[in-house]
């Protein structure tokens, strides 16, 4: 999905689709982020009320993607509306709510078939073997998917969704056990907040030999 940067930088994405989309990525990232920056200190419904000061910068920010000011409204309250849906959303929640090490926008960078690669996932973790679960034992790397297919079913989805973000979720995993070493439990998770959901895998320390 696409990234909205904190300091004002220029609209950016990582996947194809249309303007609309990206920016509406971008914005919903940017909220999410937010969210989980609130929460360190704010309970969920304060950090709800909170996330309302974004609504002028994001409005502005968006128009400067060239949108119109009917449209960057438009984008604004739908992006609102993914992150409130998702701060409501127990397994959201749980994404979003402070965890050991946790991190949003992480960037790292590691050496990857003789390569320098830089990764950045949205939001990186230690918490329980499962969602939701007690426990710091396991590092949970997950990424955000706003894009969908409006009366699509999610269930017959996320299957196919799956394959196509996989490879990438483990290259972040091959990063992060080197860092700190390749008997790490890693859980990689994608979750797609304008379904509320939450799609998570164990990725085996053979998917991310290097």
Do not use: C
């Amino acid at each position: 999905d696409a990234r909205l940067a904190e300091t004002g930088d220029p609209l950016y994405s990582r996947e194809s689709g249309g303007v609309e989309s990206r920016v509406l990525g971008l914005a919903a990232h940017a909220l999410l982020e937010k969210l989980a920056l609130l929460r360190i200190t704010h309970t969920w419904e304060n950090a709800r009320a909170a996330l309302e000061d974004e609504r002028p910068r994001l409005a502005a920010q968006i128009r400067a993607a060239g949108l119109s000011r009917i449209e960057a409204a438009r984008l604004t309250e739908a992006a609102l509306a993914v992150a409130v849906a998702t701060s409501h959303n127990p397994t959201g929640q749980w994404v979003l709510d402070p965890h050991l090490e946790a991190d949003s926008e992480v960037r790292w960078t590691g050496l990857l078939g003789g390569e320098i690669r830089n990764v950045q996932a949205d939001r990186v973790f230690r918490a329980g073997p499962e969602p939701l679960e007690p426990g710091d034992g396991v590092w949970w790397i997950v990424d955000y998917k706003t894009a969908f297919t409006p009366g699509s079913n999610p269930d017959a989805a996320v299957s196919a969704l799956r394959s196509v973000f996989a490879p990438q979720l483990e290259v972040y995993a091959r990063v992060l056990r080197q860092m700190h070493g390749n008997a790490t439990t890693i859980r990689a998770g994608l979750y797609y907040p304008r379904w509320t959901l939450l799609d998570w895998w164990e990725i085996p320390a053979s998917a991310a030999a290097f």
